[in-house]
């Protein structure tokens, strides 16, 4: 179900995550049970801090890159020009924090007074191909708009794998549809259910109650050899392109 506003088709539901099924309720009662988020482990926040730096420092050429194709583009195409960052406000082990990401779309696309307030909604048009830059294409099918977040994690509000951080208004659906993963660990980069974009099973709540499962379960060492895997898997879904 959805509702426009404006131009903009806004999705009634915590998109794209579902409720928590009765299979989770039964499996992981004792999440449900916490009452405030968890704490850091130190060998997780260690290798996102040092990855992070390292990848931060790798990208200054693509993003010099990328803002020299942003300003030839805004030449050629006056509509087309704008900032190349920008952040709308998401929400982070239940704290709101900033989101920072590339722009991907026009700006006559782009809700100036939500801008000013940094909600998603004035960004939502990004899921419509067709208001996309030319340079906005390329970024999103290589999930490069995701590259400015690594500096949210080297700051420590966020990490490289967890629960993918909300929008506010979605954090607020999907919490009070039942869901506390996202209240319970800092959002990642990629989560344990993010890795299959793509596929029918993208959007199911398990995944996420597993990882936090694990988090508990495991030894800050353990806990990082399990983010590995994930990243190892997230790496093949960008290599494959599909920007979905």
């Not at 926040?45 to 390292?54: E, N, P, R, T, Y």
């Amino acid at each position: 179900m959805s509702k426009l506003t404006g131009n903009i088709a806004e999705p009634s539901e915590a998109f794209p995550y579902k409720p928590p099924t009765e299979e989770i309720l039964l499996k992981y009662p004792h999440l449900f049970e916490l009452s405030d988020p968890l704490p850091t482990r130190f060998f997780k926040v260690f290798f996102d801090k040092l990855v992070a730096l390292f990848l931060l420092l790798a990208s200054l050429p693509i993003f010099l890159i990328l803002k020299l194709a942003f300003v030839i583009e805004g030449w050629i195409f006056p509509e087309n020009k704008g900032p190349m960052f920008f952040y709308y406000n998401g929400v982070s082990a239940g704290k709101i924090i900033p989101k920072y990401k590339i722009r991907l779309i026009k700006e006559k696309y782009i809700d100036p007074e939500g801008a000013k307030c940094h909600d998603w909604i004035a960004y939502s048009a990004e899921w419509t191909p067709d208001s996309r830059t030319y340079v906005g294409q390329f970024v999103k099918k290589f999930y490069l708009d995701e590259l400015p977040q690594f500096w949210s994690v080297l700051k420590g509000d966020m990490s490289i794998v967890g629960p993918r951080p909300l929008s506010v208004l979605h954090y607020e659906r999907d919490r009070s549809q039942g869901n506390v993963t996202r209240f319970l660990l800092r959002g990642g980069l990629l989560g344990l259910g993010h890795i299959n974009k793509g596929t029918s099973e993208m959007g199911n709540p398990v995944y996420e109650y597993e990882y936090v499962d694990q988090y508990l379960k495991r030894s800050s060492f353990s806990l990082l050899c399990l983010d590995l895997w994930v990243i190892w898997k997230g790496i093949l879904v960008i290599a494959k392109g599909g920007g979905h």
